[in-house]
């Protein structure tokens, strides 16, 4: 399928917190499994009251402990620690993160967290009065501080009929972000705090009639990757989505939803000036139709009736243009995408510098597209072109993976991300 990426096989603690979200963690446990990694999964006591020792071990093909004193002669208390590549707490409770935040080593996994030296990922799932709690948030700031990566809980339904932040993510959304740290073992950056992210995701569709409309293979997964990862790094983030392969909500982002490219126009237009980066992901249609037929379109002897078609506004122009007309702050950063095949005579890259000459955006991200590339993969690669001139190729890896690199370009690209402002104005 195009998208071949070598797996090491790692060694992860999957930590479990005594919340009623503990079930959905099986599906956590078995993504890393089906990966190939080797998982041992460690429960706290009050985690076994909710999913039972069984199908921890049966999941992850490895024995389940809560005490430092079951397997004494192997210290398991220090060397699973020591011998992690990922530690990763689901649910972790407000009561996990004070011992874990104070040091306590009192059973199995917080004496696991002292000894781990790999990336260390908590998420965090509880109603929201107790996520919200001072001594909770100077929790999660202590973890942070620590080289902990402390995620963002989801909003929605809680226990009981409450409703509000505290939700645990989506399990596929915590096991992307795992992956990643897999793929770059370092703590994600908690650096976008008070900025504003707008970014679009997925295909657009224009109608022909009520049940016909021109649209591309765009799956939405990469504007989903970006939208998650700002959000997870600190950002306030608004993504305007179009059609997505049914994609879950990323975990504190407002999600937007959209049909059409004129649509999507409105949407951006009238968050953008409020906006520090926008980030257009969404595979936006170059045309639509003139007429739009009330009915369906009948066969005809005759054969297909010709199809009138005009041209979609240039969304990441029209920023450009209000950015230097003032309609838009000049400190915002604006990121665009190529989906771009090579021809007879130019290639991929070609284009995508072309193409960022006329637009006028700060990045453009180029991708290679068909036969089995981006659109629609769960990988991708590619480069990241900037207005100033520079050049960075992205080797393969997952669109979380990406995202996180294009977060990172965008750091270095801002004033108050600590680098060069590379912007032709």
Request: hydrophobic share 45%.
């Amino acid at each position: 399928m195009g998208e071949k990426v070598s797996t090491t096989r790692k060694n992860i603690v999957i930590g479990v917190g005594g919340g009623i979200a503990a079930y959905k963690v099986a599906s956590v446990i078995r993504h890393f499994t089906e990966s190939g990694h080797h998982v041992r999964v460690i429960p706290t006591e009050a985690a076994l009251k909710f999913v039972g020792a069984a199908t921890f071990e049966a999941l992850s093909g490895n024995p389940v402990s809560t005490a430092v004193f079951d397997d004494v002669p192997l210290v398991p208390h220090v060397r699973l620690g020591q011998e992690a590549d990922l530690v990763l707490i689901a649910p972790a409770t407000a009561d996990l993160m004070a011992r874990a935040a104070g040091g306590r080593a009192d059973d199995l996994l917080t004496s696991t967290l002292l000894t781990a030296r790999c990336p260390v990922v908590y998420v965090p799932a509880m109603h929201t009065e107790m996520w919200e709690h001072p001594a909770t948030q100077a929790n999660v700031a202590l973890l942070r501080e620590h080289g902990a990566t402390v995620l963002t809980p989801a909003s929605g339904r809680l226990t009981g009929a409450d409703t509000g932040a505290g939700r645990l993510p989506e399990p596929q959304e915590i096991a992307l972000l795992g992956d990643v740290l897999l793929e770059r073992p370092e703590a994600l950056p908690y650096d976008l705090v008070g900025l504003k992210f707008l970014i679009s995701a997925g295909g657009t569709r224009e109608p022909l009639d009520p049940v016909r409309y021109l649209g591309n293979r765009s799956s939405g997964k990469q504007g989903y990757a970006l939208a998650r990862a700002a959000a997870q790094r600190g950002a306030q983030v608004t993504l305007v989505a179009g059609a997505t392969a049914d994609l879950a909500d990323p975990a504190g982002v407002e999600v937007i939803r959209i049909a059409t490219a004129a649509q999507l126009s409105e949407e951006i237009s009238k968050r953008a000036p409020e906006t520090d980066v926008v980030i257009m992901a969404a595979a936006v249609a170059d045309f639509r139709p003139v007429h739009l037929s009330g009915a369906k379109i009948k066969k005809s002897d005759k054969g297909p009736a010709p199809i009138e078609l005009t041209t979609n506004p240039d969304i990441l122009a029209g920023l450009v243009r209000a950015r230097r007309a003032g309609e838009i702050p000049d400190t915002t950063s604006i990121v665009g995408f190529a989906a771009e095949t090579g021809d007879e005579h130019h290639g991929v890259l070609d284009h995508g510098r072309a193409k960022l000459a006329r637009k006028g955006c700060d990045l453009l991200v180029v991708n290679a597209v068909g036969d089995g590339k981006a659109f629609g993969m769960d990988h991708n690669t590619g480069w990241i072109l900037a207005a100033g001139g520079d050049e960075t190729a992205l080797p393969l890896g997952s669109k979380t993976l990406m995202a996180s690199r294009i977060l990172d370009a965008i750091t270095v690209l801002r004033p108050d991300g600590g680098g060069t402002d590379g912007r032709c104005n």
